[in-house]
């Protein structure tokens, strides 16, 4: 039978290894980035939809969620994990009203002609580069000659350039067969007279899409 010394012996060896193992892992979190229980102020994280059960003091890393990455849960695709809560991403600012200019190459694009006119109201840039270096006149939707006007007239330039490729919005416009949207463009100053990166004109694409009217029109605008 142990006697009451050699059993208190062990129960201390016993908590010495109990303290240990929990020293390792609070250096193993530390080392990771990761908060300690004691450190830990996140508050209980509770998803919608699911079961009631809280997670107090975890933080959402340790539940999955890696922090600054999508959120993956339904519902979530433009969220990530912050402390405890779901927050937008920084680049989505401009579809949630925080950057104006990032919304205006989105909506332009889209033809959302009233959220086009109250973002250039409200100041954004008709001019600012998306995150794949263009403007709001270069992507947007050519179909929607509302949403060109609206641009022109806040300032954006007619003959900007596409980078790789050096199509303008005409170019776009002709080989799309957008009458309208050329004719605002052309009105605005959009030159006729230039060529791509192939060497075609915005006549040519008119031809080679077999846009009568368009061709007929940028034969009559450039004296052809």
């Known amino acids: ?7 208190e012996g062990l129960e201390s060896r016993r908590g010495l290894r109990g303290r240990g193992r929990r020293r390792c892992r609070t250096l193993l979190l530390s080392a990771c980035g990761l908060p300690t229980r004691r450190e830990s102020s996140v508050p209980a994280v509770r998803f919608p939809g699911a079961s009631s059960r809280a ?3 975890r933080s959402p890393k340790l539940l999955g969620l890696q922090r600054g990455g999508a959120a993956q849960r339904p519902g979530c695709s433009n ?10 991403r920084t ?8 950057s104006s200019d990032a919304g205006l190459a989105t909506a332009a694009a889209r033809g959302q002609v009233e959220t086009v006119r109250q973002l250039l109201e409200a100041g954004a840039d008709p001019n600012a580069l998306n995150r794949f270096g263009r403007r709001p006149i270069q992507v947007m939707m050519m179909g929607s000659a509302q949403v060109a006007e609206l641009l022109l ?6 003959n ?6 050096l199509t303008r ?18 009105r605005a100053g959009a030159r006729l007279d ?9 006549v040519d694409l008119a031809e080679e899409q077999g846009h009568c009217d368009i061709a007929r029109y940028l034969h009559a605008a450039t004296g052809d």
């Open 169 to 186: 919005p005409v170019h776009d416009a002709a080989r799309e067969g957008f009458l309208d949207t050329l004719v605002v463009l052309h």
């Open 79 to 88: 969220l990530t994990a912050g402390e405890g809560l779901f927050l937008p």
């Open 55 to 57: 997670f107090p003091g």
């Open 194 to 202: 230039v060529c791509d990166a192939w060497g075609r004109l915005p």
């Open 153 to 158: 007239l806040h300032g954006a330039e007619p």
């Open 160 to 165: 900007c350039a596409d980078p790789a490729t």
């Open 1 to 7: 039978m142990t006697s009451p010394n050699v059993g």
């Open 91 to 98: 680049g989505d600012k401009g579809m949630l009203g925080g």
